[in-house]
Structures are given as structure tokens and as C-alpha cells.
């Protein structure tokens, strides 16, 4: 083997770099969020809500799942346009994560919810609570708890597939990657650069979101 | 006057009828212990009586508030009468404190200063005023229970409904249970109890049902029913031999 590894263009193009990783960063934070909130609301109504607004969530639900990232992506970026709805790049990308987070986050999160005993929910009804204000403050949290970690993975590997947005131009760190590739033609030593980071950052949202955990539910201590 | 009224309550699972016809009226003040067999529908009665089992015929009112199946009625309905469940049902995300203080704020709106002194009478009013920043996973059983009568008192309802209160505790921790109940009963609280504790009804109670297939078959004060059962169901239930 006669290749001479080169990591010098990093001094010239680490900025490149550091810009990929911030937009990663924002789309898997607005994703996250955003998307958590969505499969919130539609595990709500594939597991509780009203008879008739069940399929409707089902039919998003099963397309999302059932087609690939990529093409929802495309669709949203390349097709909506022609309906007249027009997004610059990151707002495309913000809203194919959502819409792609909130589709599994659903069945995940209505695992959750459905594993309620039904005692938690007749204990609510006996208090006066509205079927609402049982969901809200005596269900999410312990359904939550239940699948957190299936979550967390669910979000660190929409984090990974946000590389897809740089097929339609969003400046992420895919998009930084090829760039410098192909500027440097240095292709083993930026893509090599590109996997740690996103291992790195795979390993710090793993452990962010187990921190959130802790805070957002109570301790369990043995008796 | 009578506070809970129940006239010719029907209720269907299906092609099986459990309650068929029941007419018990509860003065204001009154213990009524529930007792009969498994499957004679004395649970299935408890949980019409605040709307977890919808009935099919008949009617039930508490204090004037009618059994009606719409959110409204059903809400006016449940801030009068009170549950105590068998498995406590304790919010496990919520310190005993938390538990008592959510209904009130959520439901009665009350701000959460004066819902947390609420709590910590109640906690204290059962005994476990020490208690209110434990989870109830570091509560004995026997404790979860005591938080969910307060939880249920801090809701100020007229009467409560307490549904095998006992059954899922170990037998050491019946007593302390019991013992509050005893002393709501003496406050005059009204109660209604399925309960599989005789020694407790006889001692505790106003008057005894005792239900058989969906029936109310003999009813009456317990000195009357527990010494002098009069058909031949009950004696077998209290395996007494004539």
C-alpha cells in the first residue's frame, strides 16, 4: 500500500466542517422535537382518540413507513412546488424528518400508551378527569418511560438519515463531506473525518437523551 | 332523604346479565358493605355507581347528580362520589404528595399552593403526612392504599366507593387500612364497600348486602344478617349449617 494519508486540507476547510455539523445539529433538534410531538399526538389518536380520525392517521402512519426517506424528501423538495408549495432546502429538510419521526415516534410511543394498565386510566375517570387530562397528566409520562430507549434509538437513527438532505442541497455535514472531497480528492480521509464525527455525535445524542430521561421521569429506586 | 339511589339497575356483558334489577338507597352517614360470592356482581354495582360500567337500564343519582353517560354529567357525578380501587391505581410518575395534588388542580382548577396544603392534610389525616415526597414504588402496600384514600378525600366527595380495598395487601397491612376507613365511617362519611372482611363489616357497617347472582338477595343491618341469615345462599356463604 503506497497511499500517503493527508489530513492537511483540514487547517483550510475545518470551517466547511463546523457549518455541516451545525445543521446536522439544528435538523435533528427540530426533528426530534418537533417529530416526538407529532408521534405524540398521533399515538394519542391511533390509541385513544375518536373512532374517525383513526384511519386518517393510520394511512400517514403506514406511507411514511412504508416508502423511503429519500423519496419523501424529494417529494417534499422537488414535487410539492409543482402544487405551488415552495421551501428552501432546510425547511424541506425540517419538515421530511418531522413528518418521518412523527411516523414512527407513532407506533412507538402508542406501544407505550397501550401498555397502560387500565386501572391508571379508571383512576383518572374517578377523580373528574376529562379522558384528555388523564392521557396528559397521568398516561404520557409512565408510556413514555416504557419506551424511551426504543425512542432514543428511533431519533439518533433519524439524526443518521438526516445525511439524505444533502441529496437536495441542505448544507449538512454529508453536504461538507462531498464538498471537501470534491475539492481535495482526498475521498478516504474526509469521508473517514465525516464517520467519527457522526459517531461522536450518535454517541452524544444517545447519552443526551438518556440524561433527558432521568430529568424528565422519576427515579426508580428498588424497596 | 337518601344520597345514593340506585332503582332497578341493569347491566349486560354480552348475553350475560350481571346485575339484574338492584334498588338500594343510602342515607346520608351510612356504611353499606357489599358482600357475596365472585361473579354475583357486587364490583360490577360499585363501578356503575360512578360510571366506569355503563348500565343498560335503571337509574343511579348521587346527592341529585344523575348517571348520565356524557362527559358533563359523568365529571358532576364523580366530584360526589370517590373510588378506592383494589390495586390502588397510584400514579407512578407522581411522589404521594404530587398524586393527592393533581386532581384538584387539574379538575377543580385549584391553585397549586392551597392543593398542596390540602395534601398534606390528607396524607396526614391517613397517616402518612412523612410521606408526601415518596414515590409509590417506596411505599408498602398498605401506605399506597392510605395515599389513594386521601387522594380521593382531597377531592371532597360526599361518599366514597371502596372496591375490595383489601384483597391485594398482605395480611399484616389489612388492619391499618381498615382502620382508616373506620375512622371516615365515624366522621360520617357514607361508604359503600365490597369487602371480604366479615369481622370489619360487622363491626363497621350500617347495614349488609349481600348479593347472589345479580341479585340483591338479603339485605339489612349486620347483627341481622350475619346471626340470623334467612335463605339458605347466605348461610352457605357464611358457612353457617342450620
Not at chain 1, 428552501?88 to 397502560?116: D, F, H, K, P, S
Request: with cysteine.
Amino acid at each position: 500500500m503506497n497511499y500517503a494519508f493527508d489530513y492537511g486540507w483540514l487547517l483550510v476547510y475545518w470551517p466547511v466542517l463546523v457549518k455541516g455539523i451545525a445543521i446536522t445539529l439544528e435538523l435533528t433538534l427540530v426533528g426530534g422535537a418537533l417529530g416526538v410531538a407529532l408521534g405524540i399526538a398521533c399515538a394519542w389518536a391511533r390509541a385513544l382518540g375518536p373512532g374517525w380520525l383513526r384511519p386518517f392517521v393510520a394511512a400517514y402512519v403506514e406511507l411514511i413507513r412504508n416508502t423511503p426517506f429519500l423519496i419523501q424528501l424529494f417529494f417534499i423538495f422537488f414535487g410539492l412546488p409543482a402544487l405551488g408549495v415552495r421551501m428552501g432546502e432546510l425547511e424541506a429538510a425540517n419538515l421530511a424528518m418531522v413528518i418521518n419521526l412523527g411516523a414512527y415516534g407513532c407506533e412507538i410511543i402508542r406501544a407505550g400508551i397501550q401498555a397502560t394498565p387500565n386501572g391508571q386510566f379508571e383512576a383518572g375517570a374517578s377523580l373528574g378527569m376529562s379522558r384528555l387530562q388523564t392521557f396528559w397528566h397521568v398516561v404520557l409520562i409512565p408510556a413514555l418511560q416504557r419506551i424511551w430507549p426504543a425512542l432514543s434509538s428511533q431519533i439518533v437513527i433519524v439524526m443518521l438519515g438526516s445525511a439524505a438532505v444533502s441529496q437536495i442541497a441542505a448544507e449538512d455535514l454529508t453536504f461538507a463531506a462531498n464538498f471537501i472531497q470534491s475539492r481535495t480528492f482526498r475521498a478516504f480521509e474526509s469521508y473517514f473525518v465525516a464517520t467519527l464525527i457522526y459517531l461522536v455525535l450518535a454517541i452524544a445524542l444517545r447519552q443526551a437523551l438518556r440524561g433527558l430521561g432521568w430529568t424528565l421521569f422519576p427515579k426508580r429506586t428498588a424497596r | 332523604m337518601s344520597l345514593i339511589e340506585i332503582t332497578e339497575v341493569k347491566k349486560r356483558f354480552g348475553d350475560n346479565e350481571v346485575l339484574k334489577g338492584i334498588n338500594i338507597d343510602v342515607a346520608p352517614g351510612e356504611v353499606v358493605a357489599i358482600i357475596g360470592r365472585s361473579g354475583s356482581g357486587k364490583s360490577t354495582l360499585l363501578r356503575c355507581i360512578n360510571g366506569l360500567e355503563a348500565i343498560d337500564e335503571g337509574s343511579i343519582s348521587v346527592a341529585g347528580a344523575q348517571l348520565l353517560p356524557d362527559e358533563l354529567h359523568l365529571k358532576a357525578l364523580r366530584l360526589k362520589v370517590g373510588m378506592i380501587f383494589q390495586q390502588f391505581n397510584l400514579f407512578p410518575h407522581l411522589t404521594a404528595g404530587r398524586n393527592v395534588m393533581l386532581s384538584q388542580m387539574v379538575v377543580k382548577k385549584t391553585p397549586k399552593a392551597q392543593a398542596e396544603a390540602m395534601a398534606k392534610t390528607m396524607l396526614e389525616r391517613v397517616g402518612l403526612g412523612h410521606k408526601f415526597d415518596a414515590y409509590p414504588d417506596q411505599l408498602s402496600g398498605g401506605q399506597q392504599q392510605r395515599v389513594a384514600i386521601a387522594r380521593a378525600l382531597a377531592m371532597q366527595p360526599i361518599a366514597l366507593l371502596c372496591d375490595e380495598i383489601t384483597s391485594a395487601l398482605d395480611p399484616e397491612l389489612v388492619s391499618e387500612v381498615l382502620a382508616v376507613v373506620k375512622e371516615l365511617a365515624g366522621e360520617g362519611m357514607t361508604l359503600m364497600m365490597v369487602t371480604h372482611e366479615m369481622r370489619f363489616a360487622r363491626d363497621v357497617c350500617s347495614r349488609v348486602v349481600f348479593m347472589h347472582q345479580g341479585r340483591v338477595h338479603e339485605i339489612g343491618p349486620p347483627e341481622e344478617v350475619f346471626a340470623n341469615p334467612k335463605t339458605p345462599e347466605l348461610q352457605q356463604f357464611l358457612g353457617v349449617t342450620h
